[in-house]
């Protein structure tokens, strides 16, 4: 089974960056859809950001030009190296992964193995 483990989270000011790593624990990463997610006290939880063998890399539309998502195979962690990061960002941040070539945010949520979560609060 995959274990995934956030880190990266802090508090930032409006206009700073941050980079999240999920790492996995011993499971290669490079035949797995994943993805970046976040959620809101009150909210659902959202897709942020996606990297798969198919269609590459792929974002939310309120991230886009700010959040880059990247993998190290060689590491098995996945980034989300976030800029210019604004209030409307603040969340808990969570990876997924599914062993798939191609995938969407729901199969993620349906079907992915997840981390516990890393905290990101952006003060304005």
């Given at each position: 089974q995959v274990q995934l483990v956030e880190s990266g989270g802090g508090v930032v000011q409006t206009g700073g960056s941050l980079r999240l790593s999920c790492t996995s624990?011993?499971?290669a990463l490079d035949n797995h859809c994943m993805g970046w997610f976040r959620q809101a006290p009150g909210?659902?939880?959202e897709g942020v950001a996606r990297l798969d063998n198919v269609d590459g890399r792929s974002y939310a539309d309120s991230v886009k030009g700010r959040?880059?998502?990247s993998?190290?195979?060689a590491k098995n962690?996945?980034?989300l190296q976030m800029n210019s990061l604004k209030p409307e960002d603040i969340g808990m941040y969570y990876c997924a992964a599914v062993r798939t070539n191609l995938c969407s945010d729901d199969t993620l949520l349906r079907?992915?193995?997840w981390g516990q979560g890393t905290q990101v609060t952006v003060s304005s």
């Open positions: 624990s011993g499971y909210k659902e939880r959040f880059t998502i993998q190290d195979n962690t996945l980034y079907f992915g193995y």
